[in-house]
C-alpha cells in the first residue's frame, strides 16, 4: 500500500512528517536543507523525486537576492529525503513550480521581474537545462502560480495584478493559457474578464472528472468558477462567491490563498489568510454542484493560526493538514490538522507549533509514496 507523507518547509530546512489519517496525527522526522528559503516544491509523477525551488530573495516586489535554485532530492520507500544530483540555478526568485504531467519538464514561475519558464528533467530524476521558446510569452502582471492542464496538453499561468495603491492605479490580474508540447509554450488566450481590473487571480485548481476550474480571487476574497470546453477557457467567471464570513471582522490585511478540489469532485477549500490574528484566518468550504459545478459556500472554519498559505488534503480525503507562515500576535508559527467529514466539512483535530526562528514556513504538502 502506498504511504503518505507529509513535507513542511521552514527557510531552507524541510521536515518529513509522518502522517495517521484516523487521528489525524503528525510525527516529525528527517530534515533536509536546500541551498536557500524553500518557495515551493512539487513531486515526480512517479513519486521517487521531489522538487524544491529555493531563493534568498526578499517576497513580492523586493526582489534582491543572487541564491535561486531548484534542487531534486530522492524519496526512499520510508519518505526520507536525500539530495539527487547538482541543484540548478534560476535567474530570479521561483514563486511556484510544477512538473508537466508526465514530469518531463519543470514549469517554473517567477514574479518579479514576471516570466515562466520550462527546463527538462533528464532520464534520471536531475533538473536539466532550459528549454528554448519559439516565441515571447505575455506573463502577465505578477504571476503566482503555474500548472498543467489535466490531460498535459495545456499549461495556465495565474496573474494576480496589484491593487490601486496611494500613488498609483490598479494594474489587472489575467489567466493565461498555453499550447504545450515538448516542453514549448504556444497560441496564447488570455483571460482577463472586465480587462482584468478586479479581477485578481491567485491559484486555480481543476475539478478531477469535469471541465471545471476554480480560482481564488486573492484581491477579492472569492472564488471564480470557470468552465474549461475545446481548449478554451470561459472569458469569463460563470460565478463568483465571496470566501469570508460576512458576520466576523475583516483586517485590513485579509487574502484569499490557495484553493483546492476534494479528490471526489463535490467540495472546493479556499484558505483565508490575514497577516495578524485580527482578522479571518480560515477555510472556506464550498459545495459544488454536481451538475453545473456552481460552488455555494456552505462553511468557514477557523484554521487555529495565522496566515494559512498552503494547505493539502490526503489521498483518501478524510484529513487535511494547514501551514502557516509565522506567528503573530501571540499565535506560534504552526501546522494544524482537519477532519474531513463525508459532505466535506472539516473539523479541527490537532495543532503542532513550529520553531521557525523567524523563518517563513512557505510550503507544506502531502506526497502518497509507492
Excluded at 462567491?241 to 485579509?254: G, I
Excluded at 493538514?321 to 473539523?347: K, W
Aim: glycine share 10%.
Amino acid at each position: 500500500m502506498p504511504k503518505t507523507v507529509l513535507y513542511a518547509s521552514v527557510g531552507p530546512n524541510t521536515t518529513q512528517y509522518d502522517i495517521d489519517v484516523d487521528t489525524c496525527t503528525l510525527t516529525a522526522r528527517g530534515t533536509v536543507s536546500s541551498p536557500a528559503n524553500v518557495q515551493y516544491i512539487w513531486p515526480h509523477a512517479n513519486r521517487k523525486f521531489l522538487y524544491a525551488a529555493s531563493s534568498d530573495s526578499a517576497s513580492g516586489m523586493a526582489g534582491g537576492g543572487s541564491n535561486h535554485h531548484v534542487t531534486a532530492y530522492r524519496i526512499d520507500l520510508s519518505g526520507a529525503l536525500k539530495q539527487h544530483g547538482t541543484p540548478i540555478a534560476l535567474p530570479t526568485r521561483p514563486i511556484h513550480m510544477a512538473t508537466d504531467i508526465p514530469s518531463k519538464h519543470l514549469l517554473v514561475a517567477f514574479n518579479n521581474p514576471p516570466s515562466v519558464r520550462v527546463y527538462a528533467i533528464n532520464p534520471d530524476g536531475t533538473p536539466g537545462a532550459e528549454v528554448p521558446q519559439s516565441r515571447s510569452i505575455d506573463p502577465g502582471i505578477f504571476p503566482h502560480q503555474v500548472l498543467p492542464t489535466p490531460d498535459g496538453k495545456q499549461v495556465v499561468l495565474v496573474s494576480r495584478g496589484f491593487d490601486a495603491g496611494k500613488d498609483k492605479a490598479e494594474e489587472p490580474g489575467s489567466l493565461h493559457l498555453f499550447d504545450f508540447a515538448n516542453g514549448v509554450l504556444s497560441n496564447q488566450q488570455t483571460i482577463a474578464p472586465n480587462g482584468g481590473f478586479g479581477f485578481g487571480p491567485r491559484h486555480l485548481d481543476f475539478h478531477p472528472t469535469q471541465p471545471w476550474v476554480y480560482v481564488s480571487l486573492e484581491r477579492q476574497d472569492q472564488i471564480a468558477f470557470f468552465a474549461r470546453i475545446g481548449g478554451k477557457l470561459s472569458p469569463d467567471a460563470l460565478s463568483r462567491v465571496d470566501t469570508l464570513d460576512h458576520d466576523l471582522p475583516k483586517s485590513d490585511h485579509q487574502l484569499v490563498g490557495t484553493v483546492h478540489v476534494h479528490p471526489n469532485g463535490r467540495v472546493a477549500y479556499v484558505a483565508n489568510r490575514s497577516r495578524n490574528n485580527v482578522g479571518q484566518n480560515s477555510l472556506a468550504v464550498f459545495a459544488l454542484d454536481p451538475a453545473t459545478g456552481m460552488p455555494s459556500r456552505v462553511q468557514n472554519v477557523d484554521t487555529h493560526g495565522v496566515h494559512p498559505r498552503t494547505f493539502h488534503i490526503d489521498p483518501s480525503g478524510r484529513m487535511m493538514v494547514v501551514a502557516h507562515i509565522q506567528g503573530a500576535g501571540g499565535v506560534p508559527c504552526r501546522l494544524t490538522t482537519f477532519r474531513i467529514a463525508e459532505d466535506g466539512t472539516l473539523t479541527f483535530a490537532n495543532a503542532y507549533d513550529i520553531d521557525n526562528g523567524g523563518a517563513y514556513m512557505w510550503w507544506a504538502g502531502m506526497v502518497d509514496i509507492p
